[in-house]
Each structure stands twice: as C-alpha cells, then as structure tokens.
C-alpha cells in the first residue's frame, strides 16, 4: 500500500474514532483532501486509494490539475481567497466553492457559471476571530449576506466554512467550532436551510466533529508536509 493509502486510512480512522466518541454517524462527515502545492500525480494517486473530493487554494493549480485529471471523477473544491479577476476559472472548474467572503464575488460566480452548468455549490467563509489579516465575513454580518446569496441563481447555498486561530488545545479548538455551529442554528431557524459546515482541519479535525463538521479539510495528514510555493 502506498504511504498516500496508509495516510488516508489513518484520516478515515480518526474521522471514525471522533464520530463515535460524539455518537455521530461516520457517514455525515465528507473527508475533503486538500491538495494545494502537490503536484497532479499525488492526486491520481490518492484517487486510486478512493479519495474523490479534492480541496484547492490557488487558481492555477486548480486549473492545471482539473486539466491534467480530466479523466477522473473528482470533486474539486476551491478553498482559497479568491480575487475577482480570477472567479471565471473557480466558476468554470470547480463543483464548491467554500470561501464567499463579499456579494461581489458571489455575484460574479453566480453569473460566469451560467444556467447550464449544475449550480456551484457554495459556503459562506466566517472570520471568527476578528482578525482583519484574515479573510471571511463578521458574523454578525453574515445572515444578511446569506440571504442575498441565497437569491443567485447559479449557486446553491449549502452552509458556513471557518479557518479558526490554530491552537493546540481541545477546549479552545472546540470553543471557535461551536460559535460556527451556533452561526448555522441561527441561520437555519431564520429559514436559510444550511446542510454544510466545512470545518477541521489535520491538527484539529476531532474538535470539529465534536462540534457537528460536516466536511473536514486535510492536507498535511493526507499528503504530507507543505514546502513554500
Ligand atoms: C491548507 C488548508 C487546509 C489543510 O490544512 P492542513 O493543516 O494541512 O490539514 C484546510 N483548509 C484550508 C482553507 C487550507 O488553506
């Protein structure tokens, strides 16, 4: 078995563990493989291990790799700030977009996606600490914003993402998670149907399914350790 299959095991177990320490299904959390700065080929070879839904941060290697692995099933998820002159790649690649951080963005996926395209799946990205080096939208901003998203036609509005500070401890990773999930309470009692928390990453994947996640984001885990772009 390839280190790649081995890494991926030992993420679906962990998935597995966290799952039934909060008595959670196994099978509401999708495992999201974040393959930005790892060449196409770790890709194809984490597809054949069973992975099919791969998470990307930059525009270029999400084009590149789409291109180059175009005879795959895969699920490419876009998870990276995007600048507006580069929506059309996002709009035209990818299957979800977890990082809306502004309407005018929104608004130009909605419309380069087009009708004929299924609807690009999206989250709203939350900046949960305040911190204005980071991006995502305040949450006492965001029902607004959903609620104008969820108007567009090209988009289905699926749920919340959140990158909170990094932290070694359980108590206070699960303490950020949980104002994320509050945020989608609100959200759903206000009528907005949310089925999605993209949350979790490798160092904190088990506070995140403590909190409800839906989706985990893990690169580090899968692939290894990130060298500079
Ligand atoms: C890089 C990245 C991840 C994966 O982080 P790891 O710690 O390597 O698992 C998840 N989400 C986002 C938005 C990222 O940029």
Redesign the pocket.
């Known amino acids: 078995m390839s280190d790649i299959c081995d890494k991926l095991q030992t993420v679906h177990a962990r998935i597995d563990a966290a799952t039934r320490q909060s008595r959670r299904d196994p099978h509401s959390i999708q495992l999201l493989a974040?393959s930005?700065t790892w060449p196409a080929a770790a890709v194809r070879e984490a597809w054949h291990c069973g992975q099919r839904a791969f998470?990307e941060?930059y525009v270029d290697e999400l084009i590149e790799k789409a291109r180059s692995l175009a005879d795959l099933d895969i699920e490419w998820h876009y998870?990276?700030h995007l600048q507006s002159n580069k929506s059309r790649a996002v709009a035209e690649h990818a299957h979800w977009m977890?990082?809306i951080d502004r309407y005018r963005i929104a608004q130009r996926l909605s419309a380069q996606r087009g009708a004929v395209r299924p609807p690009l799946q999206v989250c709203l990205q939350i900046n949960l600490s305040g911190e204005a080096s980071k991006s995502g939208v305040a949450p006492d901003q965001a029902l607004a914003l959903l609620h104008k998203i969820r108007e567009l036609p090209n988009l289905t509005l699926r749920g919340l993402m959140a990158?909170p500070e990094p932290s070694a401890d359980f108590t206070a990773q699960c303490a950020a998670f949980a104002q994320l999930r509050e945020l989608r309470e609100a959200a759903n009692q206000a009528g907005l149907g949310l089925d999605t928390l993209s949350m979790g990453?490798?160092?904190d994947l088990e506070a995140a399914v403590a909190e409800g996640s839906t989706l985990v984001?893990?690169?580090?885990?899968i692939f290894g350790e990130?060298h500079a772009r």
């Open positions: 974040v930005k998470g941060n998870i990276g977890h990082s990158i990453m490798s160092g984001r893990i690169g580090t885990a990130r």
